[in-house]
């Protein structure tokens, strides 16, 4: 699979091949947390989400991590299919605060 | 089930007019609702809060004068952008919530409305 670094707007993968899109969160009173995937011209499509209690979830092809100790969080996506370009943002969330706070996004383009 | 509609999907108007853009929670209550602006190739950036039945919880730097939000039923928020600018061309997002006991929650999107000011 391929990885992106932190803050690096594109990632390019070969379809079939494992995605890895990372994102860093600054705020440690943060505890929910959550990945959408955003198509051109539409809203943002709710993918998975974590709690600050777990370091780890899984969902159909996709698991996020969470590492606290450094603040940062990763979405997997296994066997990277063409419908799966788009764009991704983390969003993190402080207990007791219902807003939410967004990441740059990490723009995902499947090769064939 | 949450799904969120907004209405319209896209809107032209001349610089100076106001526009009105729906979002509706269309199968659960929506007890907050949330709207945000997307500039291409940007982050969604929350512009405001509203809360059913109270007023609109504006994020620093949005004008709450030019951004009007009414939050009137449990299903519904409108964002009205009075006084349009060819600046203010974006792409608007609304999401709702249902809360409870302050919990940590999800917040479910509509699908945006492209606004062109000319």
């Known amino acids: 699979g391929e990885s992106v670094g932190l803050h690096l707007p594109t990632l390019s993968v070969q379809e079939g091949d494992n995605s890895i899109i990372n994102c860093a969160y600054s705020?440690?009173?943060?505890?929910?947390f959550i990945w959408y995937k955003q198509e051109s011209g539409k809203g943002p499509q709710f993918i998975i989400d974590?709690?600050?209690?777990?370091d780890k979830r899984q969902g159909q092809r996709v698991t996020v991590l969470l590492n606290k100790t450094v603040k940062h969080l990763s979405l997997q996506i296994a066997a990277t299919q063409p419908g799966d370009s788009a764009v991704y943002f983390c969003?993190?969330?402080?207990?007791?605060?219902?807003?939410?706070?967004f990441g740059a996004g990490t723009t995902v383009t499947v090769r064939a | 089930g949450a799904v969120v509609s907004q209405h319209p999907s896209w809107v032209i108007c001349k610089s100076g007019t106001s526009v009105k853009i729906e979002c509706r929670s269309l199968?659960?209550?929506?007890?907050?609702m949330f709207w945000y602006r997307q500039f291409p190739k940007q982050s969604l950036m929350l512009m405001a809060t509203?809360?059913?039945?109270?007023?609109?919880?504006?994020e620093q730097g949005v004008e709450k004068d030019k951004f009007l939000i009414n939050h009137a039923s449990l299903t519904l928020s409108t964002l009205t952008v009075t006084s349009a600018h060819p600046e203010d061309s974006s792409f608007y997002i609304c999401?709702?919530?249902?809360?409870?006991?302050?919990?940590?929650?999800?917040?479910?999107f509509g699908p945006g409305t492209r606004l062109t000011v000319t």
């Open positions: 999401s709702a919530s249902s809360v409870s006991g302050g919990e940590s929650y999800e917040q479910y």
């Open positions: 705020n440690s009173a943060s505890d929910y």
């Open positions: 974590i709690r600050s209690n777990m």
């Open positions: 969003a993190e969330n402080i207990r007791g605060d219902y807003k939410l706070s």
């Open positions: 199968d659960f209550q929506a007890t907050t």
């Open positions: 509203s809360n059913e039945g109270s007023k609109a919880t504006y």
